[in-house]
C-alpha cells in the first residue's frame, strides 16, 4: 500500500471508478489525517455571560437535543456563522 505523505500528492480524477482505483492501493498517513483535524484552542476561550427569557433557552435547548448537539455549542456555531456572514455580507468587514 503507498502511503501519501502530503495533500498535493493527491491526483486529480476524471472518474469515481479511477479515484476508486487509486484508493484501493493508497492510503493518507496518519500524520496527514491527524493535522487536518481541527482543534479549537480552549486555552484561549472567554467565559461570558448571557441572559435569555426562559421560554427562549428552553427552545433552545429543545432544539439542540433533537439534533444531539450541547445547547451551548450549537449556540457558538450560530454565532460563528452569523459572524462569517456578516463578515463577508455585512458592515463587519471595514
Known amino acids: 500500500m503507498n502511503r501519501i505523505i502530503d495533500w498535493a500528492s493527491i491526483p486529480a ?7 476508486a482505483e487509486w ?3 493508497h492510503q493518507l498517513d496518519a500524520r496527514l489525517m491527524n493535522a487536518a483535524l481541527h482543534r479549537p484552542d480552549v486555552r484561549e476561550s472567554t467565559t461570558i455571560t448571557l441572559r435569555f427569557d426562559p421560554r427562549m433557552l428552553a427552545r433552545i435547548k429543545r ?3 433533537s439534533r444531539y448537539l450541547n445547547y451551548q455549542s450549537m449556540i457558538k456555531q450560530w454565532l460563528s456563522e452569523r459572524l462569517e456572514h456578516e463578515m463577508h455580507h455585512g458592515n463587519g468587514g471595514r
Not at 480524477?13 to 479515484?19: I, P, V, Y
Request: hydrophobic fraction near 40%; avoid cysteine; glycine fraction near 8%.
Open 23 to 25: 484508493w484501493g492501493v
Open 13 to 19: 480524477f476524471e472518474t469515481e471508478q479511477e479515484e
Open 63 to 65: 432544539l439542540a437535543r
